[in-house]
């Protein structure tokens, strides 16, 4: 079992910037983060495998965001620039914790979920 805890959300103007980050409780291979505003469905946002060889962004966080990770520190991040009214939604940290070289970019690939941060974006 892995618990993941999410933090650095919050409330920040258009334009601005805010870091995400999430710490698992032990070792995690593909980590994901993944966002739900109201009244939508949950969204893919960016993804990364263990290595970091492989990433993954949602088209709208391109040239926006970016993920990395600290494996040392079992530590993901989202490093979410130019923030946009329509980025507003509970963000969410996902992991699996079974080795894996493969990055998934869908919900079901993940069997770990944190609890969620909220980020707010004023106009």
């Known amino acids: 079992q892995v618990h993941l805890v999410e933090s650095g959300g919050g409330l920040v103007q258009a334009g601005g910037s805010l870091r995400l980050s999430c710490a698992a409780s032990g070792r995690t291979y593909a980590m994901g983060w993944f966002r739900q505003a109201p009244g939508k469905d949950r969204e893919f946002v960016a993804a990364?495998?263990?290595?970091?060889?492989?990433?993954y962004l949602a088209d709208y966080a391109k040239g926006r965001f970016a993920i990395s990770r600290d494996n040392a520190k079992n530590t993901v991040y989202l490093q979410m620039n130019s923030l946009r009214p329509e980025d507003t939604a509970v963000y969410y940290c996902?992991?699996?914790?079974?080795?894996?070289?493969?990055?998934?970019?869908?919900?079901?690939?993940?069997?770990?979920w944190g609890q969620g941060t909220q980020v707010t974006v004023s106009s």
């Open positions: 996902a992991a699996d914790a079974t080795y894996t070289t493969a990055v998934f970019t869908t919900a079901r690939g993940y069997p770990y």
């Open positions: 990364q495998s263990w290595s970091a060889d492989d990433t």
